[in-house]
């Protein structure tokens, strides 16, 4: 991909999550910001992995997925996320399993805990769409992500 493709994507500013699985009763974590909303009813939303990720297996063949999505004072969470190997990621984090058996961040903004509705295949990566089997969120400001850098809103949202 050149240099410019991606800077230019860069430009659209994105929330930051987490989002953990459980594989062959390991648990697997990645930082993501390609997380969306698909869908109201039934609540389906989605999110992209690279096809030559090393957890891409564990995603795409697990039950299911959660969401943790960062809040602003998270920054860190995301870098520790992105990096190392598994018991590092995991290591001094804050969270609890849920019902399903996958992690939560218990500092979180929102989560989504998701039943694994389908794989689409796109180009160098996979889109895993997921129906949200439960939810919760809090009001604290988003950790966002722009031109290759964390941030955070400046200002307050209008109504």
């Not at 969306?36 to 939303?45: G, I, K, Q, T």
């Not at 999505?69 to 290591?91: C, H, I, N, W, Y």
Request: glycine share 6%; net charge negative.
């Amino acid at each position: 991909m050149s240099r410019d493709y991606r800077n230019a994507l860069s430009c659209f500013a994105t929330g930051v999550t987490v989002v953990t699985t459980v594989h062959e009763q390991v648990d697997w974590g990645m930082t993501c910001n390609s997380f969306a909303s698909v869908s109201l009813e039934p609540r389906m939303v989605l999110w992209s992995i690279r096809k030559n990720a090393n957890s891409h297996s564990a995603f795409t063949t697990a039950r299911g997925y959660t969401v943790s999505v960062l809040s602003s004072m998270q920054a860190p969470l995301a870098g520790k996320f992105a990096t190392g190997d598994l018991s590092e990621r995991f290591a001094g984090v804050d969270m609890h399993r849920l019902d399903s058996g996958r992690l939560k961040l218990n500092q979180a903004l929102a989560w989504f805990d998701c039943q694994l509705m389908q794989v689409v295949p796109a180009g160098d990566h996979d889109i895993l769409l997921g129906e949200v089997k439960d939810f919760g969120w809090t009001e604290q400001p988003p950790l966002l992500f722009a031109q290759s850098k964390f941030g955070q809103m400046t200002t307050a949202l209008v109504d």
